[in-house]
């Protein structure tokens, strides 16, 4: 009883004491597409969960990037989106927000089925460590900000990881709520997964990102891009997906979308 006092204190003083400033996230709200369909009480409470990221995470740049407040804000907003409702304690095993001026590159060494180690080299606009930092490109947050592609949200997807990764790894399966079916998850999900690659393998349109097929991680994250910012074509493509990422976030962006348009 004592720490659950403790922490409803903290969160009160925050709220009080930290808010995000009003006309800032009337501009965010009002410029960012990913928002727009957001309701009044949404996004009060995207606001409230926004404050309380900022006061505890802890955001760096690097390579001479200095993260504005306006900068921070722009990505707990979507960071907290996917948790809105589910709670910021989603976010608790982990404290750092690191951002790139740009796309920043990763060599890293691997190991075939033979034991031979070869070196990679990739350039990325988004990493997650499980535990450990969030890594964006910054060019890409502003990017998604500014002129939105339908389906594609660095934020959406590497926090989607971060989701992903609760249960100690990222499989493409997040600890799932009590009143949600393992079985019908897999099957969804495995099902959509291999007729995204088997689209691939046969150069067929699909409609979903290509990237979403090369793991089931990735998938999942991918789905989650789509889910926020192209709901309707998610829907169209692999529906019972969307119909699991409904009762996962305990949210219905293509409903939300009919509403407002």
């Known amino acids: 009883m004592t720490m659950k006092w403790f922490a409803h204190k ?16 009337n501009r965010l709200m009002r410029e960012a ?10 996004r009060a409470h995207l ?15 690097v390579r001479g990037l200095t993260v504005s407040a306006e900068m921070a804000l722009a990505v707990a907003a979507q960071a ?9 304690d989603c976010y608790d095993d982990w404290v750092g927000v690191v951002i790139y001026p740009g796309a920043f590159r990763v060599v890293r060494d691997s190991t075939d089925t033979i034991g031979l180690v070869s070196r990679q080299e990739s350039i990325l606009s988004g990493e997650s460590w499980s535990r450990g930092p969030v890594i964006l490109s910054w060019d890409d947050v502003a ?11 660095v934020v959406v997807h590497e926090f989607a990881h971060k989701l992903d990764m609760r249960d100690g790894s990222a499989n493409g399966m997040p600890p799932l709520h009590p009143d949600m079916a393992r079985q019908q998850w897999t099957e969804a999900f495995s099902d959509a997964f291999n007729r995204l690659q088997r689209q691939q393998e ?11 097929a090369t793991a089931p991680e ?24 969307y119909e699991q ?9 293509a409903s939300r979308q009919k509403m407002t348009s």
Not at 35 to 42: G, I, Q, T, W
Not at 143 to 153: I, K, M, S, V, W
């Open 47 to 61: 606001r409230e969960l926004s404050a309380l990221f900022l006061r505890r995470k802890e955001f760096s740049g």
């Open 80 to 88: 907290c989106l996917l948790i809105l409702q589910l709670g910021l």
């Open 33 to 42: 597409a990913i928002f727009r369909a957001l309701s009044a009480v949404e």
């Open 202 to 212: 046969q150069q067929l349109y699909s409609g979903i990102d290509a990237y979403g």
């Open 218 to 241: 990735e998938f999942f994250a991918v789905a989650s891009e789509y889910f926020f910012t192209a709901p309707h074509t998610l829907h169209q493509q692999f529906p019972a997906v």
């Open 10 to 25: 903290r969160i009160r003083h925050t709220l009080r004491y930290h808010p995000v400033p009003r006309d800032a996230w």
């Open 245 to 253: 990422l409904v009762l996962f976030y305990r949210q219905d962006p």
């Open 143 to 153: 990017r998604d900000l500014a002129a939105p592609e339908p389906g594609f949200n």
